[in-house]
Nanobody, 121 residues
Framework: QVQLVESGGGLVQAGGSLRLSCAIS????????MGWFRQAPGKEREFVAS????????YYADSVKGRFTVSRENAKNTVYLQMNSLKPEDTAVYYC??????????????WGQGTQVTVSS
């Protein structure tokens, strides 16, 4: 089993930055490809970014490309999502997930509980 705990969410003004963290614990913690998803009220969960287990491969949704950066520190069993130039439309609950780099949430085996990000205009 793998446990994921997100942190770092909060309220920020448009144009600001936040860094989300996802702490991974359990079996073979650093061996998983990881993804970030988000879900806004009344909308479906959508892919944000993902990273291979080595960290050498990263993938982004077009809506966040150039503003968000996904990274990981396997020695700390932690994955990060650095979010810059935030927009009100980035407001959502952000989830980390383990097991894939896919844009499709079905490809992931484990999910965190989510952290709220609110961007005010």
């Amino acid at each position: 089993q793998v446990q994921l705990v997100e942190s770092g969410g909060g309220l920020v003004q448009a144009g600001g930055s936040l860094r989300l963290s996802c702490a991974i614990s359990g079996r073979a913690s650093s061996a998983y490809a990881m993804g970030w998803f988000r879900q806004a009220p009344g909308k479906e969960r959508e892919f944000v970014a993902s990273i291979t287990w080595s960290g050498r491969g990263t993938y982004y949704a077009d809506s966040v490309k150039g503003r968000f950066t996904v990274s990981r520190e396997n020695a700390k069993n932690t994955v990060y999502l650095q979010m810059n130039s935030l927009k009100p439309e980035d407001t959502a609950v952000y989830y980390c997930a383990a097991g894939s780099t896919s844009w499709d949430s079905q490809g992931y085996n484990y999910w965190g509980q989510g952290t709220q990000v609110t961007v005010s205009s």
